[in-house]
């Protein structure tokens, strides 16, 4: 493993108490974790042959299995989910030439300073949060988004008979500077609980510190699509990370994604903001977006908050939009933790806010002692997020 991965994510066993020394580091991290990354690109060289090794060990012994956002980044944004797939459509986000001073434009209609809170586009990310520590040395041995060409990694024991299986398959998406190796620990417990290894996809976007318009809009509908396709299933379950859950609701919302979730679970999500954000706008449309918690729709960078949320002191926005009290088909569950360090305030991560820092709706589940890079990682997590899509499926929609 490179000395630098190795630098990056030994830091990051450190507790979330190390945060000032953290939001230090963090741009170091970022940078030569993608640059060891770009060197071994996942699906064509020695790394995937360990990946795949230590998965089939890992299977053996009982265990669990950038640089600054290019925003007019070519490409269609679908990545191919077969494993010899060598050859699968380059990821990277849709032009955005429209967007002005450098913005990503939501609606990619040219105009990114005008969108509308019920049909425009946005993006996001989540800054100071620090990247993976999963994705360290032994690096994802399931589905995920290659970094450099669009190709996956896979289980190569990837042959577990799902045909009476009748749960939603999963996609796990990552936040701001991770990876789907955050996931590792998570997907190899459900495997434990029953789930076919098919069943569990770790998306991983081209730029992981890019906007999450990009993200929402050009890069999670096509995966999404994919796992679709591959399980023959109408529907998946998303599990989202920090400021995954912005991207992915961002998919609801606008691109499509209404009608393929059931169950639409966060895990410390970053859905109103993060005033620390604003300590690391210099990396990128990411961290701006996020900057400040509660942004107005002045304030709000590419529009992302004003639109998911509507602005805090003014509009009423529907931040669950398509969910089952309105009629729709989507079940949301905003898990949180009252012990986050990263994201400040640590209620900007409740969902179906009347007033700021309001976590009263019962979809929102507090959880202590918990970090905010923890809530991927703990076994108290896994199971309240296995008890939610277990409760709606194939069977019992």
């Not at 450190?14 to 953290?22: D, G, I, P, Q």
């Not at 669990?64 to 990821?91: F, N, T, W, Y």
């Not at 993200?215 to 995954?244: W, Y």
Request: hydrophobic share 35%; charged share 25%.
């Amino acid at each position: 493993m490179p000395a630098s991965e190795v630098l990056c994510y030994s830091l990051l066993t450190m507790r979330e108490k190390a945060l000032t020394v953290l939001l230090v580091i963090l741009p170091v991290c970022v940078w030569s974790c993608s640059d060891a990354e770009s060197t071994n690109p996942p699906g064509g060289d020695d790394r995937a042959e360990d990946d795949r090794s230590d998965a089939d060990s890992s299977a053996s012994d009982g265990e669990p299995g950038g640089e600054d956002a290019d925003l007019a980044a070519d490409g269609d944004g679908e990545q191919d989910l077969d494993a010899d797939s060598a050859d699968s459509a380059d990821s990277g986000g849709k032009d955005a030439d429209g967007a002005a001073d450098g913005e990503v434009d939501p609606d990619m209609d040219g105009d990114a300073g005008d969108g509308d809170a019920e049909d425009g586009d946005a993006g996001d990310g989540d800054a100071g949060a620090e990247p993976d520590p999963a994705d360290a040395g032994d690096g994802p041995a399931h589905e995920e988004l290659g970094a450099e060409d669009g190709e996956v990694v896979r289980d190569a024991s990837d042959s577990s008979d799902a045909g009476s299986f009748n749960e939603d398959p999963i996609v796990f998406v990552h936040g701001y500077a991770m990876g789907p190796g955050e996931w590792n620990t998570m997907i190899g417990w459900f495997e434990e609980q029953g789930y076919p290894d098919e069943y569990l996809a770790a998306i991983r976007f081209s730029n992981p510190i890019q906007s999450n318009v990009i993200n929402g809009r050009d890069e999670l509908p096509g995966f999404v699509d994919q796992v679709i396709t591959r399980t023959g299933c109408s529907k998946v379950d998303i599990v989202a990370h920090s400021a995954g859950g912005l991207a992915a609701r961002l998919w609801v919302k606008l691109h499509g994604g209404h009608d393929k979730v059931r169950d639409f679970v966060t895990l410390a999500g970053v859905h109103h903001g993060n005033n620390l954000a604003c300590l690391t706008t210099w990396l990128g449309e990411a961290a701006e977006e996020l900057c400040p918690a509660y942004a107005s729709q002045a304030e709000s960078h590419n529009e992302l908050q004003w639109i998911l949320n509507g602005d805090p002191d003014l509009d009423d926005v529907d931040e669950t939009p398509f969910g089952v009290e309105d009629g729709g088909g989507i079940y949301y569950h905003s898990l949180w933790t009252s012990s986050d360090l990263i994201v400040s305030p640590a209620t900007s991560c409740c969902l179906n806010q009347r007033s700021r820092n309001d976590c009263s709706d019962p979809i929102n589940v507090m959880f202590s002692g918990v970090g905010h890079i923890e809530m991927a990682s703990d076994r108290p997590v896994f199971e309240a997020v296995l008890s939610k899509v277990l409760e709606h499926n194939i069977v019992n929609p």
